[in-house]
């Protein structure tokens, strides 16, 4: 097996690893995956104890969630990414596992509202190191008619770890609420949704260990020199409105699912009266089961796509997945009782996974290997800045400023559900013939 190097002459690509190889480093990477989403994800769960003992507003939750979040972890995103294209991914990926669970457990120190934003900070430049170099290593163990499956499989991290996040959260949140604060020296009064924190970050300390048993994947296909910045520019701009399309189209479905699932515990508290455990329970038991099922089946499917031929299978499935969801987005959170609504949720959570592994799968796929953790953090930037950094806070937005009433957040939801879906569908559809065009310019210049 041969491929061809950035001057043109023909190197040796090595034989793809034996499958247990690969699919352990793909599911230690979805562990790791999943535990970043349980600490990004447990704030929404606490955010009236957080907005009732630091005195701030739903709009200021919303910047917790996702400005403070999203900003570095975008920013810090396409250095570690270049880092990640010419270093040890792995351990790489272990550094950042360490950072952010400290750093999600200093959250729970947080005695006002710009330490915790600082806190928050903290835990996107850990998790800006997890996916850019993860994508790069799961690309160099599959082929790339398996490469869905494997990144779908990967990206279902995401739902376990909202689900964990709901369960696991909403339970210690029920047994500590009724502890009374507990003083700590030089710290002092710890309340229960700071010990919330603790429990949820310090175990990511083991994951890092795990990670330390994967084997750095050897590069496929790679040039014998790192590409330069330069480079990588040129390469975006050859292939600009295939990666515009691409970005901008996935990011209006991560507002959609950001403005909705950051909000979820929320809607079910202050609209039905649940509590944050039951709130947890049943939105965590709904994101395990079709979260994760929906996702898989989307890597599937685009897989299934592109051998029968369709080189933008994974496009395709992002426009079904906008069409689907779009009903259940617009209606869940208006439904007339806590029943019905939590059934529309159930479809809406399965096709709103269905596109991401797709996604990460048709980028890696029209990308030079050399350049791959950077263009996906070019990727994760511009998707996370709209999807996390916008998504909740247009919600927040909405709730504080158009309707000015707490109890109106289901009404944002719909709203941002509205737009994001529809506009993923126009963005995407515009990227079809692009998208073939950058495939097919990577099919010729592939070695026969």
């Not at 480079?231 to 991560?254: D, I, Q």
């Not at 994974?314 to 079904?320: A, D, N, P, S, Y």
Request: charged residues 10%.
């Amino acid at each position: 097996m041969s491929a061809v190097q950035s001057s043109g002459e023909p190197i040796d690509s090595p034989e793809w690893p034996r499958p247990a190889i690969a699919w352990y480093a793909v599911i230690i990477l979805m562990l790791a995956y999943t535990f970043s989403y349980i600490d990004r994800t447990i704030l929404s769960l606490l955010v009236d104890p957080i907005r009732r003992d630091l005195d701030i507003s739903d709009t200021q939750i919303s910047l917790l969630h996702g400005l403070a979040f999203a900003l570095f972890y975008t920013i810090m995103g396409i250095p570690i990414a270049r880092w990640a294209d010419r270093g040890n991914r792995r351990n790489i990926v272990a550094w950042g596992v360490c950072v952010w669970s400290l750093l999600t457990a200093v959250c729970g120190l947080a005695k006002n509202f710009w330490q915790l934003f600082l806190a928050r900070v903290g835990v996107g430049v850990g998790e800006a190191a997890l996916s850019p170099a993860a994508y790069s290593m799961i690309a160099d163990l599959f082929p790339k008619e398996k490469l869905g499956r494997a990144l779908g499989v990967y990206a279902m991290g995401v739902f376990f770890g909202v689900g964990l996040a709901y369960i696991i959260g909403g339970a210690v949140i029920g047994m500590v609420a009724a502890l009374p604060p507990v003083s700590l020296p030089v710290i002092g009064e710890i309340r229960p949704w700071q010990m919330t924190f603790f429990a949820v970050g310090l175990p990511g300390l083991l994951v890092a260990l795990l990670i330390l048993t994967i084997r750095e994947p050897e590069r496929r296909a790679s040039a014998r020199r790192a590409p330069s910045i330069v480079e990588v520019v040129e390469f975006f701009r050859h292939n600009k409105l295939t990666f515009v399309c691409h970005f901008a189209g996935f990011s209006m479905l991560t507002m959609l699912y950001n403005g909705i699932f950051a909000w979820a515990p929320t809607f079910f508290i202050r609209t039905y009266d649940f509590t944050a455990s039951q709130a947890g329970y049943y939105l965590g038991l709904q994101t395990l089961v079709f979260g994760t099922s929906g996702i898989l089946t989307g890597g599937i499917l685009a897989d299934r796509l592109v051998r029968r031929g369709y080189s933008d299978g994974t496009i395709r499935t992002g426009i079904l997945a906008a069409v689907a969801l779009a009903p259940f987005a617009v209606t869940a959170t208006l439904a007339p009782n806590a029943t019905l609504s939590l059934l529309l949720f159930c479809p809406l959570t399965f096709f709103i996974s269905f596109p991401f592994g797709a996604a990460a799968a048709g980028l890696q796929s029209i990308t030079p290997n050399q350049m791959r953790a950077q263009i996906s953090a070019m990727y994760l930037f511009i998707v996370n800045l709209i999807g996390i950094g916008a998504g909740p806070t247009v919600t927040a937005l909405i709730t504080d400023y158009v309707f000015k009433d707490d109890q109106a957040v289901r009404y944002s939801m719909s709203a941002v559900s509205a737009v994001g879906s529809l506009g993923a569908v126009l963005i995407l559809w515009i990227g079809l013939r692009p998208f073939r065009e950058s495939a097919a310019r990577v099919s010729a210049a592939a070695p026969a």
